[in-house]
């Protein structure tokens, strides 16, 4: 095979057995990294699972670029069940870094990991080899002395996931953690290792990835963009100074804007701390934000949930008289919560928080410590279940979408992510309203931090394309010259919810190959005489990458297949159903936080109906019908549906 390793490594901790499965039986229909892991979801899940139990796989899968010069290849996809999930559904989460290339080098295009180990273990993959072994000395070290150890055994080169102390004691909000200091951070499939006695899988391999085309990948590779993001960001230069340098993943071609600080001295705790400042922070003082981001990282914890969220909530509840501090006992004493003297209505209200007591809730949602901190780590959608006799779940309403266990993200409203004005934000709630998860992760940035920042208007950006080359751009891209007009809002609905599907089709793809979603999918380019973008860029590495000449038209297909394969296991394992989508509308209806405009439920549902048909999925249900599923070669998966009970209705 080209492009895949071929093989994909399973492992049954329950009964010490490890073997492979043929990656031909996954690829092409479903490219790679979060298809292939979807289809084996599919094949491997069934209602009624928990996050937690030995039968929920952690799947862990790189794509057919993965380890090649394709620019954002540098990440790989873990899925499963997650337990950060309120309630827990299959979903997914991204994880940069170099680890997943160093597993294709080892020889395996993924890991499959079911089953329950009777003691701590870590598992050692090495050129086509694996072994189970004990992890006694390892439970309980946190991620950086995990990793430092494993490579003193198994050399410097070794590459490393783990999970830290917090994801041993279950926390729901515990990431996967990598030697880069890049982390599967949403999802709590942390969590998922923990409760497989799994502590880490370190990886060495020296082999590499044989591409059908490798002179032909290398030309599209070296010709790629390097317009970043927005129209100011062309020629990014790397930067460095005396604390801190930019770093990026693989051979990615923009340097991250993500960068690391070196030897900052703590501010509340002895010694320094070198950490990677991601888009998440505490909003304290560098020095402040960068010890409490290493502590956070180092118990392998989810920073954006504690910084976005759980934070945010403490204060809210606070001002309503339901708590007032945070008892952290001997390690740093009872730290009150931080509260601004107005009441809260966004992210950008709350007050900054001192650097003791970042440090003090961060030991308590790590340790559990006491009733409080025993219920935060699980996040504050499952803490509002248990603590203050529930007089704190209204206050989750503006911060998390139908109290999905994540925070809002890029939807305009609560704050994390950036700006995007009305109408922009319209197919961001759309995609909050079909998603497992923040769909900002792998395809919402696609639209709100490139598309928006082109256009001639958004709010008060003024972007560099006459409305002309806009409507140009659009009806080659979306199929609409009206889509990216500022002129139309929710009427008519396709010019919102084409937006949304191709992007989702497209985070699919993205999250397939693997890639990074800051690279892909560019739809404007400052750099061609029409200002479109080369969107067939992807499908051009794929199959220079593997042999399987895929035209644009045909990867996107691979994306829609993957995307209504990951519904259908929402709705025939978890309910998935229309009225969910609907009530994700709940935690949108106030004023956006940039441009004061509100909601009209109606209209927003009337898009919704548009998404639906434009899907091909049933109108009624929110469920793929089995024309469609048909149509997408999932003629087995419409069957099943049916059989359950859970399809789509009769005749839809």
């Known amino acids: 095979m080209y492009g895949w390793a071929g093989r994909i490594l399973q492992v049954d901790l329950s009964s010490r057995s490890i073997s492979t499965l043929d990656t031909a039986d996954y690829v092409p229909s479903y490219i790679g990294g979060l298809g292939v892991a979807t289809r084996i979801a599919w094949e491997l899940l069934r209602p009624g699972i928990d996050a937690l139990a030995p039968e929920n796989p952690l799947l862990v899968m790189t794509g057919p670029l993965t380890g090649t010069l394709a620019s954002g290849a540098g990440r790989v996809e873990v899925a499963g069940i997650a337990p950060q999930q309120h309630p827990s559904v299959f979903s997914r989460s991204g994880m940069g870094g170099h680890w997943g290339a160093e597993l294709k080098y080892a020889g395996y295009d993924g890991l499959v990991i ?286 998390y979408p139908r109290h999905c266990g994540q925070t809002e993200h890029w939807g305009g409203h609560w704050g994390p992510g950036g700006t995007v004005y009305w109408p922009w934000w319209l197919p961001a709630i759309l995609q909050w309203c079909v998603d497992t998860r923040d769909p900002a992760n792998d395809s919402t940035h696609q639209w709100t931090e490139h598309v928006q920042f082109y256009l001639p208007q958004s709010g008060p950006w003024r972007g560099p394309f006459s409305l002309e080359k806009v409507r140009g751009v659009s009806q080659k891209v979306y199929g609409d010259p009206r889509v990216c007009d500022p002129a139309y809002d929710y009427d008519p609905p396709e010019t919102k919810a084409m937006p949304a599907i191709f992007h989702h089709n497209r985070g699919m793809i993205i999250d397939s190959l693997v890639l990074c979603d800051y690279e892909h999918t560019r739809v404007f380019s400052m750099l061609s005489e029409d200002g479109a973008a080369d969107t067939a860029f992807m499908a051009k590495l794929f199959s220079a990458a593997t042999g399987y000449e895929t035209s644009e038209a045909e990867l996107d297909l691979a994306g829609e297949r993957i995307w209504n394969l990951a519904r259908a296991i929402d709705v025939r394992d978890h309910g998935r159903n229309r009225a969910i989508d609907e009530s994700t509308l709940d935690g949108f209806m106030y004023p956006g936080k940039d441009d004061g405009v509100m909601i009209d439920r109606d209209k927003m549902l009337a898009l919704l109906d548009c998404y639906y048909r434009l899907r091909g999925w049933d109108v009624a249900t929110g469920v793929p019908t089995r024309a469609k599923l048909s149509e997408l070669g999932l003629g087995d998966v419409a069957d099943t549906l049916e059989g359950t009970g859970s399809g789509p209705r009769k005749g839809a």
Request: aromatic fraction near 8%.
């Open 114 to 399: 079911v089953g329950q180990a009777d003691v701590p273990v870590y598992l050692w993959v090495h050129d086509g080899e694996a072994e189970i072994r004990e992890a006694g000395e390892l439970w309980g070290l946190g991620t950086y002395a995990v990793t430092q150890r494993l490579r003193q055994i198994h050399g410097a080169k070794t590459r490393v996931i783990c999970c830290g102390p917090a994801g041993e004691r279950l926390s729901r909000i515990a990431v996967v953690h990598s030697e880069t200091g890049n982390a599967a951070g949403q999802g709590g499939y942390g969590a998922v290792m923990g409760a497989k006695k799994l502590k880490a899988v370190a990886v060495r391999g020296t082999g590499g990835v044989s591409l059908a085309d490798p002179e032909r990948l290398l030309r599209l590779c070296l010709g790629a963009s390097r317009e970043g993001q927005t129209p100011g960001e062309i020629g990014i230069k790397p930067e460095s100074g005396a604390t801190y340098r930019t770093r990026k993943c693989g051979f990615c071609m923009t340097p991250c804007v993500h960068r690391v600080y070196m030897r900052i001295p703590g501010r509340a705790s002895s010694g320094s701390y070198s950490v990677a400042r991601q888009c998440w922070g505490y909003g304290a003082s560098r020095e402040a934000d960068l010890e409490a981001r290493a502590i956070t990282s180092d118990y392998g914890l989810n920073g954006w949930e504690i910084s976005y969220g759980i934070i945010p909530w403490l204060q809210l509840c606070k001002q309503a008289g339901l708590i007032d501090a945070i008892d952290a006992g001997g390690a740093y004493g009872r730290v009150p919560i931080p509260v601004p003297k107005q009441p809260i209505k966004y992210l950008r209200d709350i007050a900054r928080s001192p650097v003791e007591f970042l440090n003090a809730l961060v030991y308590v949602i790590a340790h559990r410590r006491g009733e409080v901190g025993d219920a935060l780590a699980d996040g504050a959608c499952y803490a509002a279940d248990r603590l203050f006799g529930g007089q704190g779940k209204p206050l989750l309403d503006h911060i």
